[in-house]
């Protein structure tokens, strides 16, 4: 019997199966993670916006050192909060001009989303701000009279 190179007998061709497609990926673990944060994030800044919204109507309506006191820290709070989440530090290397290796260290916007939320409250309340500060100003005239 002469054999051809090939030339495969029908008997002994090898039937391959059909690749079975798989279903696309579900998400990683570590994105369905950060989108959970950021659900939660944002309702925890809106929630704080609307807060910050009600003490300075009491603030407005009944201006004591207290409700002052409270509100005061309620902004500081939500600054501190979009600042913190809002704005992250990087840093990298590069060369200068003469070839030296420095290390640069980046200010980035993560979230430019919570960032204008900020801005936001601060144009909303800027009034009220402004009567803090007039406020902190006559306290500390106080003081130094006192003194």
Not at 76 to 91: A, P
Not at 115 to 127: I, Y
């Amino acid at each position: 019997m002469k054999i051809q190179p090939g030339m495969f007998p029908r008997s002994t061709t090898v039937q391959r199966p059909e690749p079975q497609v798989r279903p696309p990926a579900s998400t990683p673990f570590a994105d369905v993670m950060r989108e959970q944060q950021e659900r939660h994030t944002h309702e925890e800044l809106k929630r704080r916006i609307e807060d910050i919204k009600a003490q300075g109507e009491r603030l407005a309506r009944n201006m004591t050192v207290r409700e002052l006191k409270i509100y005061r820290q309620m902004v500081k709070d939500f600054l501190d909060l979009t600042l913190r989440r809002g704005i992250g530090l990087k840093e990298t290397r590069g060369w200068d001009r003469r070839g030296r290796g420095r290390r640069y260290k980046l200010l980035e916007e993560v979230d430019a989303i919570l960032v204008q939320l900020g801005e936001e409250l601060l144009k909303t309340e800027e009034g009220r701000l402004e009567l803090l500060r007039k406020v902190g100003e006559i306290r500390g005239l106080l003081i130094n009279l006192a003194f």
